[in-house]
């Protein structure tokens, strides 16, 4: 039997422009000789639909997509991801459901068991669970139906969140091999991750596992694709490729391995994550092209680089923006850097407006904190012109922070924080480094100006500024901003497994928690890490617990 693994790049919602890429697909795998083609979960609507599964004929659309994809399938069967009505009256009024077309018709229809409702998933608001599972008979096979969670194991959650087993079931009700459609976001590790998953399922249970992923950018989330097969006994039999659209055909019957694609290193895995997310982000908003602002500093370097990568140079438009504190080599380092991708770099002065500002201070302003008043409002100033650029032109504006920066609100609001979408919002100051060198390391000329990567770092919003003047050196910080907010340690617990110094550590905690309003009126970031700021960490800004 030959299966045909196609992971496809949805858009949220596009019910009639997914509905003919998936006939495009079907008719390609029957071409190339597959008996069933095997789509990831909820591929019709794209995934995550949200609260579109709340709107006004939503549902209704996409059962008619599915009987109109269904009489596409003739000479050969597939398995379509859509939501479906909840026929038993009572639970929540949809389920997230996988059905088999065959012959023209809806065969069978499979509904999700796990609804995981932890990190950037919330399917409990929308989903009722199945009860029961499907094993369909194909080919002279008996095939076990999951999606996505469906497969995961306690040993892979941190603990039993669920207290059942669907893979297990189904290999006791006789599966004899089991196929996962998935919409698995991307993290750093994660590929790994989830291979060793399959292996270990597949090794427990004696069973095959097919694992058919998601690819593209969907809001702040990527899926990286990797979809793959791994033999009874653990073995990797077929992977596809990563970040991008593949269709892998397996004959389960073949003696030899199929097809097994790379996986890149961490820091490639992680460019070309950021890449997919910029490039679906912007595509799937309308937009064409970006705009934001050219420092001389390296997370605006990094954040052009990818742009440039992920959108062609001739859609990434950048602004110098000089004040009376700017470096000389800042603007030189911008344009040598947009020379180096080919970008333009517009240059516009501040300092008439800085001055304009600085006269109103004097009457109105003065006797607060009146430093603090003028560092913010260049920023400010800035993000302005960012911002009538993108009304003029129709660029999507994008904002350069990096983690760290948005973690201890070294950043300003409605100043460097303005932006439709913030690429590095979740990679921390000192993996953005690794990255410059990375990207240049690989690129055919050096991208990234070497000046910029070692010069100290410096927001230039006053004489000598320099980062280290109010934050511990980056890997130090950055090393406490883990441990606090993707692995989720306390201060006391961070302090008893380091030797970091306790005040400072508490500092940092204490920086973290009262951000948390900047943060909410943060661009979107894209995920890459096991927490982001964003819809992964819900925290109340009024609140008053500190460790």
């Known amino acids: 039997m030959k299966l045909a693994l196609t992971q496809f790049n949805p858009i949220v919602g596009d019910l009639a422009g997914n509905e003919a890429r998936m006939a495009e ?23 995550p639909p949200r609260d579109l599964l709340k709107t006004d004929g939503f549902v209704a659309a996409n059962l008619d ?12 069967a597939a398995l379509v991801g859509f939501v479906a009505r909840n026929e038993t009256g009572r639970g929540k009024p949809l389920q997230n459901a996988a059905a088999l077309l065959v012959d023209g018709t809806v065969q069978q229809i499979h509904r999700k068991t796990l609804l995981p409702t932890y990190d950037v998933f919330d399917e409990r608001r929308y989903f009722e669970p199945a009860d029961e599972l499907t094993c369909i008979e194909f080919g002279g096979r008996k095939i076990g139906l999951s999606i996505c969670e469906d497969l995961w194991d306690a040993e892979s959650l941190g603990r039993d969140l669920y207290g059942q087993s669907p893979i297990e079931r189904l290999a006791a009700a006789g599966a004899d091999v089991i196929v996962n459609m998935a919409a698995s976001p ?36 990527v899926f990286d694709g990797g979809s793959c097969v791994v033999g009874a006994t653990g073995e990797l039999l077929a992977r596809a490729n990563s970040f991008s659209e593949d269709q892998l ?157 948005l973690a201890v609100g ?26 410059c060198r990375h990207m240049n390391d690989t690129a055919a000329g050096p991208y990234i100006p070497e000046h910029i990567i070692t010069k ?66 943060a661009a979107r970031v894209i995920k890459v890490s096991a927490r982001a700021f964003g819809v992964g960490r819900r925290m109340p800004i009024a609140q008053r617990f500190r460790q």
Do not use: W
């Not at 109109?68 to 050969?76: P, Y």
């Not at 300003?412 to 990679?427: E, F, K, N």
């Open 25 to 47: 697909q079907i008719a390609a795998a029957k071409q190339a000789g597959a008996d069933l083609v095997i789509f990831g979960e909820l591929s019709l609507v794209g995934y």
């Open 249 to 405: 055909i397996i004959d389960l019957d073949a003696a030899a391995p199929s097809r097994i694609e790379p996986v890149e290193c961490d820091l490639e895995q992680l460019r070309r994550a950021l890449q997919l997310g910029i490039r679906d982000y912007v595509q799937k908003c309308g937009f064409s092209s970006v705009v934001f602002g050219l420092s001389g500093g390296v997370d605006s370097a990094i954040v052009a680089a990818l742009a440039a990568e992920a959108l062609g140079a001739e859609n990434v438009h950048t602004i110098a923006m000089p004040s009376r504190y700017s470096t000389d080599h800042s603007l030189s380092d911008a344009d040598r850097l947009a020379a180096n991708l080919g970008i333009t770099c517009d240059t516009v002065a501040i300092e008439p407006m800085h001055t304009a500002y600085e006269s109103i201070f004097a009457q109105h302003v003065a006797g607060g904190n009146t430093e603090i008043a003028d560092e913010n409002i260049q920023a400010r100033i800035r993000g302005a012109l960012v911002m009538a650029y993108s009304n003029a032109h129709g660029n999507l504006p994008l904002a350069t922070g990096n983690k760290s920066e």
């Open 456 to 521: 100290p770092p410096s927001a230039e919003l006053r004489p000598d500024q320099c980062d280290q003047d109010k934050l511990p050196e980056y890997d130090v910080l950055d090393d406490i901003l883990r441990r606090y907010i993707e692995e989720g340690k306390t201060a006391g617990e961070i302090l008893a497994e380091t030797d970091h110094d306790d005040a400072l550590v508490r500092r940092i905690v204490r920086m973290t928690d009262l951000a948390e309003y900047k943060r909410q009126q």
């Open 410 to 435: 070294y950043c300003t609001l409605y100043g460097d924080m303005c932006g439709g979408l913030a690429p590095i919002g979740d990679v921390l100051k000192t993996t953005v480094y690794d990255l």
């Open 65 to 76: 997509a599915l009987d109109r994809l269904a009489a596409k399938c003739e000479g050969i």
């Open 186 to 221: 991307f993290e750093m590790g994660k590929a790994a991750e989830r291979e060793a998953l399959f292996a270990r399922q597949a090794q427990r249970h004696s069973r095959a596992i097919v694992y058919v992923n998601q690819v593209g950018g969907n809001d702040e989330l």
